[in-house]
């Protein structure tokens, strides 16, 4: 029995270019088990990942950080 994991920086930062496509994309041809992104920063690109996720079967967590971090940061 194999469990896929996939961990991923997406370097969400307000500033850089937007994957959140790109990446949904290749959750949806790789369908890992479990999947946590980090450095989600921007709100919107939050929601659009969590939208997907769960549109795709996956149960979505969000880190309760905002009162420890100067940004909330991943799913």
Known sequence: MFL???????????????TSVEIC???????PQVVCLQEVFVEANRQYYKEHLERNGYRVCVPRDGGVALVTSGL
């Open 4 to 18: 896929t994991v996939l961990t991923y920086n997406t370097h969400g930062l307000p500033w850089s270019r937007d």
């Open 25 to 31: 994309e290749w959750l949806k041809e790789r369908r």
